[in-house]
């Protein structure tokens, strides 16, 4: 099968990229680097010619509503379009669990992605998953004061950037299943004590202090909307056995 992957370049997508290529798949990273913008929709449809799946797993660094909205509303309505005229039969997109529930920053593109997929012009499926055991990484440092490290109260169930992988080329190669069954991790952590582990693993022994964000994402995060149900698949790599991977600096 002919597998086209937008964001083939990042965190998951390079596992994605690997799984199905692993599989014996034909395996197509749409960027820049191949002569494909998403954003302007230059050399999309050429590009797409012969695919039969994309699964997209673009991201952007913002926690602007407007941003956020403006990247995946535009990647995801050219995806489709070019999707639509080339033949694409497939288009797989990752998801965050509990998105719905705080549609605003970064969330508020995703909810919008998903809109616009499920209503599309290609037969779809979406996969939302908790976030990544690497997020604990993200946080580390991002915000700090000389010797005290500040990340938002939260709780999360990691799940393995592979593993989440290997359930979108699952998905790819299966028919289109509109929403389909969230994939969370193992085991329910506190964002602080996930950061603290972090922080042990690569000689870090700042403070790590969890403060409370406002809002309804700040609510989100604290009451476990952002975590998987019991009706959800979990991964198998716990946070621990991930962090024994990690090198320090």
Do not use: C, N
């Amino acid at each position: 099968m002919r597998i086209a992957v937008a964001g083939g370049t990042g965190m998951v997508g390079r596992h994605v990229v690997q799984v199905a290529q692993e599989r014996g798949h034909d395996v197509l990273v749409l960027s820049r680097g191949e002569g494909v913008d998403l954003l302007t929709a230059e050399g999309l449809v050429d590009s797409l010619a012969g695919v039969e799946v994309v699964v997209d797993v673009t991201s952007v660094q913002t926690q602007r509503t407007e941003e956020s909205e403006a990247f995946f509303g535009t990647v995801t309505r050219h995806l489709l379009a070019a999707g639509a005229e080339a033949g694409v039969t497939h288009h797989v997109v990752l998801s965050i669990v509990g998105v719905d529930a705080a549609p605003e920053g970064y969330y508020a593109g995703k909810v919008l992605q998903e809109q616009l997929v499920l209503d599309g012009p290609v037969p779809s499926t979406v996969l939302r998953a908790t976030q990544f055991h690497e997020f604990a990484q993200q946080l580390h440092g991002s915000f700090a004061f000389g010797p005290v490290m500040v990340v938002p109260r939260m709780r999360s169930q990691p799940v393995a950037a592979r593993e989440v992988a290997e359930r979108l080329v699952d998905l790819a190669v299966g028919p289109p299943a509109g929403r389909t069954t969230d994939l969370g991790g193992p085991a329910t952590l506190r964002m602080v004590d996930m950061v603290r582990a972090y922080g042990r693993a690569v000689g870090d022994r700042r403070r790590v202090v969890a403060v409370p964000l406002p809002g309804r994402f700040g609510r989100a995060m604290r009451d476990g909307s952002l975590v998987a149900d019991q009706d959800a698949d979990h991964g198998t790599q716990t946070f621990e056995q991930w962090l024994g991977g990690v090198e320090s600096p």
